[in-house]
């Protein structure tokens, strides 16, 4: 297969870990016979440093004409502690998301044997969890109308949903769901906001389509309870924008570190897929960032080119590097720790 993929490494360690997962994934074309054209482009504080915009037409061009997207992390200091910044790193990501219609993000949590006594959770809370979120990415809050009043003394962020959008969520929520474990939870808030009552309301009428699949109501406090309690207890959760976003990252720690899970954002035409991890500024450059989430991801992008098997490769070789020790400092527990760049080679000769 000859594959065309707009590479995105973006800001801080992003540009670090993609080099990993493109590295790991030659090999894999290399091994199973396929072509890889990378096409690099800018984005994040590294765009708006070079032409002042976060997510420029040039970037938006090479993305749209992808197979897929592999993206890194955007974010940068200099902007986070300016709140006064007229153009930031999240605004490209927001435009990027908008602009490719990437409106289901897709955060699996799941556990390595070889790491159940490293989760901040007891292992018997957490032995066999493997569930995955999909997140509705572009609508919500975080595109609503917003704004200040009484001379900015008063701040305002509208949440905005239509019954599309929860629509074609819920519906790759529900063929998901059937492909797994017929278990699906649709998490909101319906109990005080008018945006989860339409939620509820569409998801309950599509139930009739799927009827094999046994669906959840829970409100997103319970989840958030629950998910530290019995993670093991979910399989596919749908829920909107801001719920997802944090709801995510509380699941992501379940696994011992934020380095380890992958995602997706899909859409219609073309996908994405980025480590869940931000871009920690605090690493760029001293070669200790973990890259096992981004080369999942990777994986994550083999499988949704139906080439399993060699998603499955990957995956495999990481889970070997795992239960070897030829893991980043965020893993090694006072044991050896090894680069970044070490890592990469590992798991690129593994494969």
Known sequence: MKLNIALLAGDGIGPE???????????IAQKFGHEITWKPALTGAAAIDAVGEPYPDSTHEICKNADAVLFGAIGHPKYDNDPSAPVRPEQGLLKMRKALGLFANVRPTFTFPSLLDKSPLKRERIEGTDLVFLRELTGGIYFGE???????????DNCVYTREEVQRLAKKGFELAMTRSKKLCCVDKANVLETSRLWRETVQAMEKDYPEVEVSYEFVDAVAM?????????????????????????????????????SASMG?????????????????????????????????????????????????????????????????NGGKAYGTKEVGDWLAANI
């Open 17 to 27: 870990v993609i080099d990993q997962a493109v590295k790991v994934s030659d090999a």
């Open 146 to 156: 917003k704004g200040r009043k009484d001379g900015g003394d008063t701040a305002f």
């Open 226 to 262: 629950r998910l530290v309690q019995w993670p093991n207890s979910y399989d596919v959760l749908i829920t909107e924008n801001l719920f997802g976003d944090i709801l995510t990252d509380e699941a992501s720690v379940i696994s011992g570190s934020m380095g380890l899970m992958p």
């Open 268 to 332: 219609a035409e073309v996908s994405l897929f980025e480590p869940i991890h931000g871009s920690y500024p605090q690493a760029t450059g001293l070669n200790i960032a973990n890259p096992m989430a981004t080369v999942l991801s990777a994986a994550m992008m083999f499988e949704n080119f139906g080439l399993m098997e060699e998603g499955k490769a990957m995956r495999d070789a990481v889970n070997k590097a795992l239960e070897a020790g030829v893991v980043t400092e965020d893993l090694a």
